[in-house]
């Protein structure tokens, strides 16, 4: 009776895969080679809608989110079928949670860049609606510092004019940094956000 639910598990995993879905989990925790296997980090102010992307990516609801900003207080950690790793880090900027909680997150951001992390990539989400903030600029120039290899993602363009994006874009080549504009409500250009992920 297992072997028979084992096999047919395995017939619709693959067929899953074959037919373009992706099969995503969530990891409860950092795996044992998780600071050995290439992973892609996702970082932005709180509710720019990085939990919404990675569901996007997964084509289903793994990630938590809420219209309430500072959900993800925490790293949290998910795999792909090609056994790909995302890494959603908590974010950063939210005025509504008390001093403590903000050196929390903070520590913990700085304490997943310093490690000897084999990150393939960084994504930094904004707000095409809001732009560039003080507190995203910091970011920026924190994340070069490290060395790692940074793309800005401006999510909510569905929600942006076309005077507001060519500002966005401006304001992305000022910085020599490569911006993709997406939604992750609409899924706008998520597919060039995947070959980057490739």
Not at 28 to 47: L, M, V, W
Request: glycine share 6%; hydrophobic share 40%.
């Amino acid at each position: 009776m297992v072997k028979c639910k084992l096999f047919f598990w395995l017939i619709s995993w693959f067929l899953k895969v074959k037919n373009g879905e992706k099969v995503w989990k969530f990891l409860k925790s950092c795996p044992e080679n998780c600071y050995s296997d290439p992973q892609f980090a996702f970082i932005g102010r709180s509710n720019v809608g990085k939990s919404t992307l990675i569901n996007a990516l997964a084509n289903k609801k793994i990630a938590k989110t809420s219209t309430k900003p500072g959900r993800t207080q925490l790293l949290n950690f998910y795999k792909n079928e090609g056994e790909k790793l995302f890494v959603d880090l908590p974010g950063y900027g939210y005025a509504a949670v008390s001093k403590t909680k903000k050196h929390q997150i903070d520590r913990i951001i700085a304490g997943y860049f310093q490690k000897d992390q084999p990150i393939s990539a960084v994504f930094l989400i904004l707000d095409a609606r809001v732009g560039f903030t003080n507190l995203d600029y910091i970011m920026v120039e924190y994340i070069i510092q490290q060395g790692f290899k940074l793309h800005i993602l401006a999510n909510k363009i569905d929600k942006t004019n076309q005077s507001t994006r060519a500002i966005l874009l401006n304001q992305c080549k000022k910085l020599k940094l490569n911006c993709l504009l997406i939604s992750a409500k609409n899924k706008n250009n998520l597919s060039k956000l995947q070959e980057l992920l490739e």
